[in-house]
């Protein structure tokens, strides 16, 4: 096996490793993820799913309500339950203020563990 063989094989089986990881972060995102940032939105999404589930949000949507129905992303918002019909979380006017509301939660949440 000559070193460009090598590359490709290690290139592959990063790829491979890579839409795994995405397939597991993006289980409770209910729209399509595409380009070069989807891994990092799925995985923003799911750091968000687990602060939530640890601390609940805000003061009105416990911990508990979260871990017993679960969490998911919709196009237009954050709901707790499985899909978009089911008690929001948070609304926004489009995917992208969604996912820059997400990261910049995260972002705090993480800062203010600190």
């Not at 397939?23 to 409770?28: E, I, L, M, Q, T």
């Not at 799925?42 to 687990?50: P, V």
């Amino acid at each position: 096996m000559n070193n460009i063989s090598k590359i490709e094989y290690i290139t592959s089986e990063a790829q491979k490793r890579n839409e795994l990881e995405f397939k597991v972060n993006a289980n409770n995102i209910n729209f399509r993820l595409s380009g070069n940032n989807k891994y990092y939105y799925a995985n923003q999404c799911k750091i968000f799913t687990k602060l939530v589930t640890e601390k609940g949000f805000g003061n009105y949507i416990s911990a508990e309500k979260i871990k017993m129905q679960g969490i998911s992303f919709n196009k237009y918002s954050i709901n707790i339950g499985y899909s978009q019909y089911h008690q929001d979380l948070k609304r926004f006017n489009s995917k992208e203020e969604m996912l820059g509301f997400v990261i910049g939660y995260n972002e705090a949440q993480l800062q203010y563990n600190n």
